[in-house]
């Protein structure tokens, strides 16, 4: 059986936790790129082509909302799926970032074990698809 590599951008402000939660998905074999703007998202996007995007909503320049209508308007990146980790915590914030097309929301502060099944949950999911 063949093991797909996943390739995973973690896109937040905070260093503390981009570092966290890279030292955890790098553990258990996924591929981790990092951008700490909004901007710098988008170019690594177009770079890796990431199969997941953890987003932080709350960013200086372009935010959360705004990289994920990039991906999900793009016929080249709208299979990326998408969690939004945020400390955003309110219905409004949620709703609009499924409407956005997000694939989870997750609200800081989280359990970084929780997040890794989520995230092999939703791999999970996709791989069932493409069987």
């Known amino acids: 059986m063949m093991s797909i590599a996943r390739k995973v951008l973690i896109v937040d402000d905070d260093p503390a936790i981009v570092m ?12 981790v790129f990092i951008a700490l703007s909004g901007t710098e998202a ?36 709208k299979h990326i ?10 219905d409004e914030d949620i709703k609009l970032a499924y409407s956005k097309g997000a694939d989870l929301f997750i609200i800081k502060p989280f359990s970084t074990r929780r997040l890794i099944e989520k995230i092999t949950a939703l791999n999970k999911e996709d791989y069932k698809t493409i069987k």
């Open 20 to 31: 966290s939660v890279e030292f955890l998905l790098r553990k258990v074999g996924y591929e």
């Open 42 to 77: 988008i170019v690594k996007i177009k770079q890796h082509e990431p199969e997941l995007i953890l987003l932080d909503i709350m960013m200086p320049d372009v935010n959360g909302y705004e990289v994920c209508d990039f991906v999900k308007q793009s016929e080249v990146y």
């Open 81 to 90: 799926k998408v969690i939004f980790i945020s400390a955003k915590s309110k």
